[in-house]
Structures are given as C-alpha cells and as structure tokens.
C-alpha cells in the first residue's frame, strides 16, 4: 500500500544531541500524527496535527505540520538514553480512518 | 482491560498450516483495526471494524486472510495456509469511535510476532 516517505532512515546521536526527522507524501493530508515505538510494544502516540502550519509541543518533542499539508517534521531537543526506539509518522485524510504509516526512524542514543 | 491485549505475543508455524491471532480491544471502544507491520516497514493497515461489522477489507492481501469481530468486542484475524512472506507483527488496535475517527484516540496492542517457517 502507500507509504509515506520517512527520513532519515536511521540515526546514531550522542545523549544531548538535538535530532530531526521527517516525511513527505505526494498527497494531502489533514492530520499528521507522530508515534514511537519500543521494541516488543506497539506504537504510541507522541504528538498528532491538525492544522496546515501548526506547531505543537510536548516536552522536549516538536512536531510540525507542513503549510503545503505533504508533509511534517519531528525535532527531539536534548535526545536522552530512552529516547530510543522507531518513530513513526502517520498521516489521516478527513474523517476517513485508515492512517498511513511511514517506514520509521531507528533512533541510537549513545550515553 | 486496561489496554488493548492480543495473544499469541509469539508464534511460530509451517508454511501452510492456519492461524488465528486474537484481539481484545479497550472496553467500550468500537472501532477496531488490524495492522500488519512487516521487518523495516512501516505499519499497513489491514481491516476495520465498526461494531461487528468490517465496512472495510481493503487492505486484507489475499483471501487466505480473513478476519472476525463478536459481541462488539473480541476479533480474531485468521490465515490460512500460511506462506513465508506472511510472517510480520501483526497489531491491532481500537478506538472509541469510528467514522469520526480522531487520531489521538487510536490506541495498538503490543502485536503478534508471527513467523512462518
């Protein structure tokens, strides 16, 4: 099925380290939700957009959703050891139910 | 439950043999999905369910793949004839509405890593 384009693919940051993924789409989207997910756990939702060009916070996460609605960005300020795991971007058209998943980030944080 | 629980959380089977993978979602929810999530992939939505009944099958790859939900509650996700390309985590997950479907209020399970060898 479709995919978002999530990137990048994988990443080995330092604890303390600032870190930023993203993903793109061909298509519009009218929701942009960001999951992580832990190894043996299913996803959890860390932050969801409604709203071209909005900006929301939760913690040390910020996530964007893109003017154009084809895409969105996740900024982790100060990575810590737990922050590691798969992030996953997903994204919703109107009402309809069905998300769309990118393929995920592999986040390495290094004491 | 507390969350969304799904059993076997592991299983191993030959190539051809069936499975039934089981899903039982939040209390009171009554939408209920089942993903598919395959090794370095992102999650492939698979079916939905309102109520009892599944508005949407779409995403369900071939007819060896076919999937029930009873009493507004528990589902049970079934393959036949198992094939090698079928082995993936299988999630599900529920929320408490459907149509008005809001993103965050979806919750998954913890999957069902099946392996089909």
């Known amino acids: 099925g479709q995919q978002l384009n999530q990137s990048p693919q994988s990443m080995f940051i330092q604890e303390g380290e600032d870190v930023s993924m993203n993903c793109t789409s061909s298509?519009?989207?009218?929701?942009w939700l960001w999951y992580k997910q832990d190894p043996g756990e299913g996803p959890v939702l860390l932050i969801a957009?409604?709203?071209?060009?909005e900006l929301t916070s939760n913690g040390r996460l910020t996530a964007q959703f893109g003017i154009t609605r084809k895409d969105s960005f996740l900024n982790i300020s100060a990575s810590i050891p737990s922050d590691v795991g798969i992030y996953f971007c997903?994204?919703?058209?109107?009402?309809?139910?069905?998300?769309?998943f990118g393929k995920g980030t592999l986040l390495t944080v290094n004491p | 439950g507390a969350g969304v629980s799904q059993s076997p959380s592991n299983k191993v089977t030959e190539k051809g043999k069936d499975v039934e993978l089981r899903c039982d979602p939040i209390?009171?929810?009554?939408?209920l999905y089942w993903y598919r999530q395959s090794l370095g992939q992102g999650l492939e939505f698979l079916i939905y369910?309102?109520?009892?009944?599944?508005?949407?099958k779409s995403g369900l790859p071939s007819d060896r793949f076919s999937a029930e939900r009873t009493g507004g509650s528990v589902s049970t996700l079934t393959i036949q004839r198992t094939q090698q390309e079928d082995s993936a985590v299988y999630l599900c997950?529920?929320?408490?509405?459907?149509?008005?479907?809001?993103?965050?209020?979806?919750?998954f399970g913890e999957g069902s890593w099946l392996t089909v060898v």
């Open positions: 997950a529920s929320s408490p509405q459907g149509a008005s479907f809001s993103g965050n209020t979806i919750y």
């Open positions: 298509s519009i989207f009218n929701t």
């Open positions: 957009l409604y709203k071209a060009g």
């Open positions: 997903a994204g919703q058209r109107g009402s309809n139910y069905k998300l769309t």
């Open positions: 209390s009171g929810h009554t939408a």
């Open positions: 369910f309102q109520g009892n009944s599944a508005p949407d």
